[in-house]
T-cell receptor, first 117, second 112 residues
Framework: GAVVSQHPSWVICKSGTSVKIECRSL??????MFWYRQFPKQSLMLMAT?????????EQGVEKDKFLINHASLTLSTLTVTSAHPEDSSFYIC?????????????FGPGTRLTVT | SQQGEEDPQALSIQEGENATMNCSYK?????LQWYRQNSGRGLVHLIL?????REKHSGRLRVTLDTSKKSSSLLITASRAADTASYFC????????????FGKGITLSVRP
């Protein structure tokens, strides 16, 4: 089945530094990738949608200059949290989509837990 | 913004019992999907039901969709302790770039 990986699985960083999270589709080409964040005991909130080779589309309220998304290839998207602050601490999950029989299923990565101290 | 709303928000049952979780949504959809998330982990896709389908089965899972009421239910039969997790419904409006909108989730605890 389709597998999506994320790296790292967890990261602790100091306030003011930047952190990059990678999302890879391992056995399929992802035309579209999505980035979500999830606070404890809450649902997933979509941050942005990215298509390979084009700029990401950010959801309302998400700062594009703070959360930089690069979808450089059909198998890799990166999310960089710039100048991280403690309130950015969260669980970040990516998903990748490969059109399959028109259902456009999404496959989710295992998530990255970011803790900003 | 959230569209799916699941109920109950938390459910605790005994192993072997059936678990029923409901989801309501507000706008027209192309399909509705159910996901499971174990604590601190990513999401696992359980089942997808299209807007022109009314019921779908997958192993111990049964999903129904009532587009007139804009609601769906997920039934897990003969529950197991390993079914303990959070369950989310997510709706998609369709199209190649259609994004999923997740509900708040239901926490299911299955007591051994």
């Amino acid at each position: 089945g389709a597998v999506v990986s994320q790296h790292p699985s967890w990261v602790i960083c100091k306030s003011g530094t930047s952190v990059k999270i990678e999302c890879r589709s391992l056995d399929f080409q992802a035309t579209t990738m999505f980035w979500y964040r999830q606070f404890p005991k809450q649902s997933l909130m979509l941050m942005a949608t990215s298509n390979e080779g084009s700029k990401a589309t950010y959801e309302q309220g998400v700062e594009k200059d703070k959360f930089l998304i690069n979808h450089a290839s059909l198998t890799l998207s990166t999310l960089t949290v710039t100048s991280a602050h403690p309130e950015d601490s969260s669980f970040y999950i990516c998903s990748a989509r490969a059109p399959t029989e028109g259902t456009y299923e999404q496959y989710f990565g295992p998530g990255t837990r970011l803790t900003v101290t | 913004s959230q569209q799916g709303e699941e109920d109950p928000q938390a459910l605790s049952i005994q192993e072997g019992e059936n678990a029923t979780m409901n989801c309501s949504y507000k706008t027209s959809i192309n399909n509705l999907q159910w996901y499971r998330q174990n604590s601190g982990r990513g999401l696992v896709h359980l089942i997808l039901i299209r807007s022109n389908e009314r019921e779908k089965h997958s192993g111990r899972l049964r999903v129904t969709l009532d587009t007139s009421k804009k609601s769906s239910s997920l039934l897990i039969t003969a529950s197991r302790a390993a079914d303990t997790a959070s369950y989310f419904c997510a709706t998609a409006r369709g199209g190649a770039n259609s994004k999923l909108t997740f509900g708040k989730g239901i926490t299911l605890s299955v007591r051994p």
